[in-house]
């Protein structure tokens, strides 16, 4: 759950992306304006736009939006094309911070991210420094009744899943970064809302963080840039036991 604890942290996180369902449609909507500017409007031909959409369907995201930031990346609409950009810096106890960033001015973003590293107990390292510890996964979250392992089998693996785990009420389901829009499919055509659904950059290891005051401060950090506009994701690789977790964010 990109080093997070996996099911304490999921449930803080579901309550945050409720509150912040606008800025979650503007980042979507950068990301599928890139996607159109720099492998045209057809989705079929562009995987990175056909990913993008698929991921703003997955949220619920109205045509109408995603029909304006396909427009804005092909000229019609105008206005600056935000580029790409990625930091990477650590927060307290070592923890690694990976933000993927889309901005229309790089020299803003720099400093704006710089800044809310060193506000928040964090400092931004050298281009290389953590990326080399995530890769890409298709991660996909459901809660409820249908978190059934042998249930979410049946239906995700055939479509390029890879693993399956459940506990507390709560699924999370892993697969390649190309599975993504058919694992959306399947869940979708067996009626299972997913209350997460991204392809989210996840680290070979963790850092487990030990006390309450290291681990709020490394959600200060997390939440400080995540709510900056021009970030896109936030990936660190901590874990904390439940009962610290539930503690922290309490």
């Known amino acids: 759950m990109a080093g ?9 996180k579901k309550g945050a992306a409720d509150a912040k369902r606008g800025k979650v449609f503007s980042k979507i909507s950068k990301e599928i304006t890139v996607a159109v500017r720099i492998g045209g409007p057809d989705a079929d031909s562009n995987p990175r736009l056909r990913a993008a959409v698929v991921l703003g369907r997955a949220q619920n995201m109205p045509n109408d939006v995603i029909n304006r930031a396909i427009k804005k990346g092909t000229g019609e609409l105008g206005g600056a094309i935000p580029e790409d950009l990625s930091y990477e810096g650590y927060g307290v106890d070592g923890v690694a911070i990976l933000v993927d960033v889309l901005a229309d001015n790089r020299n803003r973003a720099a400093t704006d991210i710089k800044t809310i590293f060193n ?50 009420g709560i699924a999370e389901v892993l697969g390649p970064q190309n599975c993504f829009e058919e694992v959306t499919n399947a869940l979708s055509e067996a009626g299972i809302e ?34 900056n506009d021009d970030v896109q994701a936030v990936h660190s690789n901590y874990e904390a036991d439940e009962d610290i977790m539930n503690e922290a964010m309490g």
């Open 119 to 168: 506000k928040n107990h964090g400092s931004l390292g050298n281009a290389g420094s953590v990326g080399w510890m995530f890769h890409r996964k298709s991660q996909f979250i459901i809660e409820g009744e249908k978190a059934d392992e042998e249930l979410l089998m049946d239906i995700v693996l055939d479509a390029g899943a890879e693993e399956i785990n459940v506990d507390g």
């Open 4 to 12: 997070h604890s996996k099911w304490a942290n999921i449930k803080h």
């Open 194 to 227: 997913t209350i997460s659904a991204s392809v989210s950059k996840l680290p070979d290891n963790t850092v487990k963080v030990e006390s309450v005051s290291s681990l709020k401060k490394i959600l200060q950090l997390i939440d400080a840039l995540e709510n």
